[in-house]
């Protein structure tokens, strides 16, 4: 475990350790749960198809594709929970390959307008 402060922020990095070096590595999704074994019934998403959920969620940049850094503020599940379990899915792609899914960003789902 890792106790931290409400609000202090966290920062977490991920890292794809390959012989391959023509990789990159993309955060899709980050959600939490005060359950380690159930992350469908209590959830809070903090990305979701690469889109920040949480407003202080942010991705920081770095100078290798095989690693992914990511950062948001240390919150609880309404004081009743003593824990909070976070599970990330994160995409491998190939390094040079534009049209593969960790360069498309962030997918947000299309909008009509309340009028249409």
Do not use: W
């Amino acid at each position: 475990p890792y106790y931290v402060d409400m609000n202090q922020n966290l920062f977490l990095q991920a890292s794809l350790h390959s012989s391959d070096q023509d990789l990159t590595l993309f955060v899709d999704t980050c959600v939490a749960s005060p359950n380690s074994s159930d992350f469908t019934t209590l959830v809070y998403e903090l990305t979701k198809s690469g889109c920040a959920s949480d407003q202080s969620y942010s991705l920081f940049p770095t100078q290798r594709s095989d690693i992914a850094r990511f950062g948001f503020s240390a919150f609880s599940f309404v004081r009743r929970f003593p824990s909070v379990f976070l599970r990330c899915e994160l995409l491998v792609c190939g390094h040079h390959d534009y049209s593969s899914r960790c360069y498309q960003g962030c997918l947000s789902r299309f909008r009509r307008n309340a009028d249409s």
